[in-house]
């Protein structure tokens, strides 16, 4: 199982690693964040090439902070050091598989690619 926590010093690191990492943001005191625990963790233990992650907001006001969370709990899913998933709310087991399975059917090449035309100069895209 592959489940770490996460604060403002570690976080960059653990999606620049290049796999694909699944945060899960939450408090001690939300009762959603409570209840989608286990669920987390359970599917933490069922996909070993994924690093599932957890961060306190309590603890880490600041990385919560910078990453714009208001909602807890919420899920960032990165996949190569690309942002894919990001949404508040807690999900039910079969909406997190089902998640899970489209992080990892998706097409990083071309995900890098449209990323590499939308950072090139109009300019340039209409040169030929």
């Known amino acids: 199982m592959s489940l770490i926590e996460l604060n403002k010093d570690t976080f960059q690191d653990a999606i620049t690693e290049g796999g694909t990492v699944i945060i899960d943001f939450w408090a001690p005191w939300c009762g959603p964040c409570k209840n989608f625990g286990p669920v987390f963790e359970q599917a933490a233990e069922k996909h070993e090439g994924i690093t599932f992650a957890k961060v306190n907001t309590d603890e880490q006001q600041e990385l919560a902070g910078a990453l714009g969370i208001r909602s807890i ?4 899913a990165f996949r190569e050091k690309v ?3 990001s949404q508040p709310g807690a999900l039910s087991a079969g909406q997190f598989e089902e998640l899970i399975g489209k992080i990892q059917e998706v097409d990083m090449a071309d995900v890098h690619k449209q990323i590499a035309e939308a950072q090139t100069p109009a300019s340039e895209n209409n040169a030929s």
């Open 73 to 76: 709990p919420t899920l960032m």
């Open 83 to 85: 942002l894919l998933f």
